[in-house]
């Protein structure tokens, strides 16, 4: 309500006047308010890192197994299972450890003092010491500490895009305005967090603290509970099925056991014992291990994952809603079309086109002149340091000293030439600026401004090398070549010249112009933008633009990117229902006007319609959508604190490519893991099927507990985590999205089965055929059980291709660790170890029959694949 009233109004309601308070009053409303600080949202302790790692259901079934192993005096396999629930914590607590040492060195270096009036005297103070009432004198290139209504401007622009999501700086004036206001459109205020662009102020203190807008959005953002990731969602309901699935089996064997006359203490032992031996302890371990290398890979892409999950849940989005500014456009201006000489010239990169045609700057002269006029009568420095090109100054200006750069003009070059004599500064109700210069004894006058208050003080205009008499027709057509720019989102210039006399005023130099044409500037689209969203458009993924900036511009922006769909301003969505709402954001692609509020309620709305939901942000406008979509994607470089902290994933060059590159990661996150669950298993289901086989059919036990734990132990760690290196499937950014409903086990089931009852059927057929001389049949189940289990690794690298086409050696990692597994097996069984294990040696024939029985398991899926029978 402050832009609503009076400026003594405001003043008289907050009991100041525009001297400033008294000491005495600011040490009241210390008290009283609080120190201007926010609070801030989440500061994570080492311990509780730490002990987040402990909440997986599955992590607690192995510890609830470590213990039952310790029970029955197991104490190799509690040793085991301790060690790798330490190394899966160990994991996830160095990586979400090191992301929150990086963001807090990324922590913005916040300028701790403002000025401001107290008992009629300026005075620099902490900014936690401002107090609502305070006066605040502020100027160019300040950073607004809290929220102020506007009492005195001098031609102040400021930059709320951190707040607004508006790219170009806003006008800001000291005149009330109507109560129902957006907030992006409260010219007489200014808000924490906001950026002084230019001219200089004096401004009354509202609200400081979480009293700001800044503060309401961070307390919001501790209402919103974060939840549990896709991934971490399906591996607790992955664990409880297989404890049941454990719990069942185990009950089975006991009661059958018992059955057949067997102890009743021996058989729940026994039961224990093959409960631990079939859960697949190591699984966590290698999800944690391959969630870990895809985040040291993402941050070679410039991606930091705060959390182990957030890698693999990237690979399931379905839907990413960014925001325009900075990510999807350079957040810097630049010019793009330039009028003169009656043509349309368009500028990309370096190159100037005409009617589509690549032209040469220097064959237009008038094109020329107009691009130079934009740098004699512009206040931007231009310099070059070892070739890199660094422009200094007001963002308008700085892409008027770009454009006459790429038509090669150097404006430090071009002032040497010409003295600067005067200034006609810009103000808003002139909407124009003049700077005289002196050239060869002549003065002329350079001229910019809006196209509409230039072309008023033009008389003529610069036609095919020749100055001509400007009539109202031809004014009417070029106000025309104005609106068309302007309806393309560019913020167009208008620019004029003439020569004038050695005595002149301001009026001589600014009447009677010669018209030159116009230049219109745009926050253009970041040049990879356009085949990233290409590549979601393949991969099903669904893009959502959700920007605080006008509808009209967010239009021009999708259109450059080829980011097709409808638009709509936040203020049409708030009018619809529940139902509405929800077709609308589902339908729409563009989202203009947009408030923190409306944006939350899109997320909501897209992920209670079961969609995977990615949101980039860089602002405090951001932080609630942010937290509450599945994946938040913060911005490193022009992020705010507040937004990286909520964030799970930070963009350390802000670019939405970064997100395209993750999202391929994930993917292949995504298959690498159920490719190692997969080997893991199938490892599994044959060794249950083979004990379990052997007490129903009262065999004795083929494998010994202690040859059960050197069979996990060699093939559950190298050969899975070899598969978490394994190159991303062809396809990968070519197919829909994982389906959200699907459990972790979609797809692989059949295959695990297939596999696990294959690889039973010759570890016990073997165990059988052996079993007159009980320990060579242990030996060769054993052996059989490992062989198989190998070659089911090698079927498990790529779903659809055979291994010829993906490369025998294309894995040199798998390779080596399944050589390293076979060898380690061949000593157990030909070296001293055999007595621990309760093997034998056995001959190289019977060693040759092994590997030939075992690769059966191997050819049936190869050739499956050979023939495109899914399994």
């Known amino acids: 309500m402050w832009h609503a009233l009076e400026k003594k109004d405001v003043l008289e309601k907050l009991k100041t006047s525009e001297n400033g308070l008294s000491d005495e009053e600011v040490s009241k409303r210390l008290l009283e308010y609080g120190k201007n600080e926010l609070k801030q949202i989440s500061k994570i302790h080492p311990l509780m890192i730490f002990f987040e790692q402990f909440k997986s259901v599955f992590i607690l079934i192995l510890f609830a197994a470590a ?25 996830g607590f160095f990586q979400q450890y090191k992301a929150e040492k990086i ?25 936690s010491e401002i107090v609502p009432g305070d006066i605040m004198v502020i100027s160019e290139g300040d950073k607004i500490t809290a929220d102020c209504r506007l009492l005195y401007v001098n031609e102040l622009q400021v930059n709320e895009a951190v707040l607004t999501g508006e790219s170009f700086p806003q006008d800001k004036s000291s005149e009330k305005i109507q109560i129902n206001a957006q907030l992006a459109d409260r010219e007489n205020m200014l808000f924490a967090g906001t950026t002084v662009v230019r001219g200089n102020a004096k401004a009354v203190v509202i609200a400081t603290g979480m009293g700001t807008e800044f503060g309401k959005i961070a307390k919001k953002v501790q209402e919103i509970k974060h939840g549990k990731t896709p991934l971490e969602q399906k591996l607790d309901i992955f664990s409880k099925k297989v404890a049941v ?4 089996v185990s009950i089975l064997m006991v009661i059958i056991g018992i059955y057949q006359g067997e102890e009743i203490f021996h058989m729940i032992l026994a039961g224990i014992a093959l409960a631990v031996s079939v859960i697949p302890e190591g699984l966590p371990a290698v999800i944690s291990i391959t969630l870990a290398l895809a985040i040291r890979r993402l941050q070679k892409y410039n991606a930091l994952i705060r959390k182990l999950p957030a890698g693999e849940t990237l690979g399931r989005t379905t839907v990413i809603c960014t925001d325009k500014t900075g990510t999807l456009t350079e957040e810097e201006m630049s010019v793009t079309t330039a009028y003169s000489n009656g043509k349309v010239f368009k500028i990309e990169d370096h190159s100037f086109f005409y009617d589509g045609k690549k032209i040469s700057p220097e ?60 200034e006609y500064s810009f103000s808003s109700s002139r909407k124009m600026m003049s700077i005289i210069r002196k050239r060869n004894g002549n ?44 309806s393309d989102a560019l913020r167009v210039l208008g620019f004029a010249y003439k020569e004038i006399p050695a005595r002149f005023n301001q009026e001589t130099a600014e009447e009677d112009l010669i018209f030159l044409g116009f230049q219109g500037m745009l926050d253009i689209p970041r040049k990879e933008v356009k085949d990233a969203i290409r590549d979601c458009k393949d991969a099903g993924i669904k893009v959502k633009m959700l920007t605080g900036d006008s509808e009209i511009t967010a239009k021009a922006v999708a259109k450059m990117i080829n980011l097709n769909g409808e638009s709509i301003e936040g203020i049409e969505l708030e009018k619809f229902s529940d139902r509405e709402f929800n077709e609308a954001v589902q339908r729409i692609t563009i989202f203009a006007r947009i408030t ?88 599994n289901v044959d060794e249950l099927f083979v004990v379990m086989a052997a007490v129903m059919f009262s065999f004795p036990l083929p494998f010994l507990p202690l040859a059960i734990l050197w069979m996990n132990l060699i093939t559950d760690s190298l050969p899975s985590l070899a598969l978490a290196v394994e190159k991303e499937e062809r396809d990968i950014m070519k197919r829909k999205p ?58 498990c690298r790529s779903e659809r291709e055979n291994i010829w086409k993906i490369g025998l050696f294309s894995n040199k990692f798998l390779v080596f660790s399944i050589i ?52």
Do not use: W
């Open 738 to 795: 994982i389906n959200h409903n699907g459990n972790i086990l979609s797809g692989v089931g059949k295959f695990i089965l297939i596999a696990g009852v294959f690889s039973f059927i010759l570890t016990f057929g073997a165990f059988i055929l052996f079993q007159a001389d009980l320990e060579k049949a242990r030996t060769i189940a054993l052996t059989t059980a490992i062989f198989c289990e190998m070659f089911v690794v090698l079927s």
């Open 820 to 871: 390293t597994a076979v060898s380690l097996q061949l000593i157990a069984i030909y070296s001293p170890l055999s007595e621990i294990f309760g093997l034998e040696a056995i001959s190289l024939i019977e060693l040759l029959l092994i590997a030939a029985a075992s690769s059966l398991v191997f050819i049936v899926f190869e050739t499956a694949k050979f023939f495109k029978i899914k399994i």
């Open 245 to 248: 699935v454990v719990l069942i």
């Open 596 to 683: 923190p509020e409306i944006k939350l309620r899109i997320i909501q709305s897209l992920k209670n319609q079961r969609e995977i939901v990615a949101v980039t942000g860089d602002g405090v406008n951001d932080i609630l959508a942010l937290k509450e979509a599945h994946i938040g994607i913060a911005m490193g470089i022009r992020g705010t604190d507040m937004t990286r902290d909520v964030a799970d994933i930070i963009l350390l060059d802000d670019n939405f490519n970064t997100i395209v590159q993750s999202i391929r990661e994930g993917r292949r996150v995504y298959d690498n893991m159920k490719k190692s669950i997969k080997s893991h298993l199938s490892a």
């Open 363 to 422: 064959k237009n002269k008038e094109l020329l002149q107009l691009l130079r006029t934009g740098i004699m009568c512009n206040n931007a420095r231009l310099e070059i340091k070892r070739k890199k090109i660094e422009i200094f100054g007001d963002p308008t200006e700085k892409a008027l000293v770009m454009s006459a750069y790429k038509s090669g003009f150097v404006k430090k070059t071009e002032l040497e030439r010409e003295i600067r004599v005067k």
């Open 103 to 127: 963001i807090a060195k990324m922590k913005e270096f916040i300028v701790p003092k403002v000025k401001v009036m107290r008992e009629g005297k300026i005075s620099e103070i902490l900014s």
């Open 443 to 486: 003065f002329l006058s350079y001229v910019k401004g809006a196209p509409d208050v230039v072309l008023k003080k033009c008389s003529k205009e610069l036609l095919n090398g020749r100055v001509v008499n400007l009539n109202e027709k031809r004014k009417k057509e070029i106000m025309e070549i104005y609106s068309d720019m302007a």
């Open 67 to 91: 213990v039952f192993s310790l029970f029955i005096q197991h104490y190799i396999d509690f040793a085991v299972i301790m060690i790798i629930i330490l190394l899966n914590s160990a994991i």
